[in-house]
């Protein structure tokens, strides 16, 4: 690679693309995207409209209905989160690398890694402001595993939270947990037993399930993990790469490379997020 080539838009794309890979509380189905493209630049806000519920009511030939004004209830995503990364490659280093053609794709990919570690966690710790994890619960036994996806099931269940894209996210001793039982390896990993883009490793109990280790720790006194399940209405998440740039170091024979991505989450619909604390996860 060299400044001559260097086309910051392609290297934003393909950071922004890599990221998106590697993320998983961030990642389309967990959270929402519908204000991704509102996002410009660091130090904005997004103004979220939750549209009111229609009413529902009894209808009586040739009498009038009820009915209800629609209405809007705003909510603000700031987008105040920035992470900034930057790589120093020297003309003697690049001129013995091999692959030097698929250079912005390895920078491209392991930036996107670190930063997905870093906006994964803080939008993690959104979700788990939003919920109340009850009692601490210790998951020592395969069987207990999967009995609390079950139970993290119908407390999505009571709160009238669609069934259809519920997701969990687990850490990777949980996830061990499950493999061990017949009901998560027989048939809840339907989709071929390998870990996918954004840390997709299964189903079970009605959850696309997730493997992360950036989920957060929970509350109590017992150093447990905090498991939140839940459904992309709850969340709404929205980023950019916002400034990449190549330059020439002024006293070295180096080439710098360096971006900006910003970023923002909301929980939006708390209803539709639970958790548990987890203790042996």
């Known amino acids: 690679m060299s400044l001559t080539n260097f086309v910051p838009a ?22 929402n995207r519908d ?16 549209v009111a519920d229609p009413t529902i009511e009894n209808y009586v030939p040739y009498t009038n209905l009820a009915g209800g004004n629609a209405s809007t209830s705003p909510q603000t995503m700031n987008i105040d989160q920035k992470k900034a990364w ?45 919920v109340t994890p009850g009692a601490e619960v210790t998951v ?12 993290l099931r119908t407390a999505l269940s009571q709160n009238d939270v669609p069934i259809d894209g519920r997701w969990v ?7 061990g947990w499950l493999l061990k039982d017949p009901r998560f390896v027989s048939s809840g990993d339907a989709l071929g037993g390998t870990t996918r ?44 790469i916002t400034k990449v740039e190549a330059l020439r170091h002024p006293s070295q024979f180096v080439d710098i490379l360096r ?14 997020l639970v958790a548990r604390d987890v203790i042996g996860a």
């Open 10 to 31: 392609v290297y934003a794309a393909s950071t922004l693309a890599a990221l998106d890979e590697a993320l998983a509380y961030g990642s389309e189905g967990v959270t």
């Open 35 to 50: 204000y991704e493209g509102d996002v410009s630049d660091f130090g904005g806000s997004v103004v979220i409209n939750t």
């Open 86 to 130: 930057s790589l120093n490659v020297d003309d003697v280093d690049r001129a013995q690398a091999r692959d030097d053609n698929d250079f912005v794709t390895k920078v491209s990919a392991r930036a996107a890694h670190l930063l997905a570690k870093s906006a994964d966690a803080y939008i993690a710790a959104q979700m788990a402001a939003a």
């Open 140 to 151: 020592d036994a395969a069987n207990e595993a999967y009995d609390l996806l079950v139970d």
């Open 169 to 175: 996210v687990v850490t990777p001793a949980f996830h």
């Open 197 to 240: 883009s954004n840390g997709v490793v299964g189903n079970a109990a009605g959850f696309t399930v997730l493997e992360s280790n950036q989920v957060p720790n929970g509350p109590g006194a017992g150093a447990g993990r905090l498991l939140i399940a839940g459904h992309a209405l709850a969340t709404t998440y929205a980023d950019q």
């Open 259 to 272: 971006g900006l991505h910003v970023y923002g989450a909301k929980v939006v619909r708390p209803s539709a």
